[in-house]
Structures are given as structure tokens and as C-alpha cells.
């Protein structure tokens, strides 16, 4: 299992970022995926998940109605589509699943257990400049 995220960047207060992970050695369509940011000093956070069958997905309250999360089976790839980003949405994001809780239906469980997942992309770093 291999995830590969790409896409983070500089980018002025107000601005925006697509974020791709794409994903080999499993289906997409099989496990839920999601989104973890970890900024300088402060642990790793869910910001969005999204799960295998019926795209339930889950925002994290401080990126709401600005992050939007989707899949692409055909390519094995999810975004993160970022806008109206903020200073305080500077950190090293990542995708991240799990053979085993990657089965999990509910998004914001999911979402809450970072420490339980296996499978990790390397991280970009995104920067949002005031």
C-alpha cells in the first residue's frame, strides 16, 4: 500500500490549494481515506475523511464550508480542495488509510483515530502567509 500526496505550497491568506493523494496497491473504492494535518508543536488532527461506498464524508469544524473533500475511483486518487485558507491552516498535511478501520462507516470516528491508521503518503507542506 502506497499513498502519494502532492499539491501543498505557499499561498497568501485568502488563497486557495488542491491537494492529490494517489493511492496504489488497494482500491480506493474499498477503505475510507482521510486528510491529517500536523502543524509545528501540535499533534496530528483529522481535517476531512471520506468513506468507501457512499462518500459519507466528515469536515473537521475549523475547515468547514471552506475544505471539500472528494474521490476519484477511476484514478485512485482523493483531493482536498482548499479555499478561503488561513494562517492558521499552516501545517505538513497528509492522506492516510487502514486496511483494517478503513472499513469504518462512520467519517468522524475515523477521522479521530490517526494513531490506529497504517498506511501514510510522506506529507506536503502547505503555507499560508497573513
Known amino acids: 500500500v502506497q499513498l502519494q500526496a502532492s499539491g501543498g505550497g505557499l499561498v497568501q491568506s485568502g488563497g486557495s490549494l488542491r491537494l492529490s493523494c494517489v493511492v496504489s496497491?488497494?482500491?480506493?473504492?474499498?477503505?475510507?481515506i482521510g486528510w491529517f494535518r500536523q502543524a509545528p508543536g501540535k499533534e496530528r488532527e483529522g481535517v476531512s475523511c471520506i468513506s468507501s461506498g457512499d462518500d459519507n464524508t466528515y469536515y473537521a469544524g475549523s475547515v468547514k464550508g471552506r475544505f471539500r473533500i472528494s474521490r476519484d475511483n477511476a484514478k485512485n486518487t482523493v483531493y482536498l480542495q482548499m479555499n478561503s485558507l488561513k494562517p492558521e491552516d499552516t501545517a505538513t498535511y497528509y492522506c492516510?488509510?487502514?486496511?483494517?478501520?478503513?472499513?469504518?462507516?462512520?467519517?468522524?470516528?475515523?477521522?479521530?483515530?490517526?494513531?490506529?491508521?497504517?498506511?501514510w503518503g510522506q506529507g506536503t507542506l502547505v503555507t499560508v502567509s497573513s
Open positions: 492516510a488509510t487502514d486496511p483494517v478501520f478503513g472499513i469504518e462507516s462512520l467519517m468522524e470516528r475515523f477521522c479521530a483515530m490517526p494513531n490506529r491508521l497504517d498506511a
Open positions: 496497491g488497494f482500491s480506493l473504492a474499498d477503505f475510507a
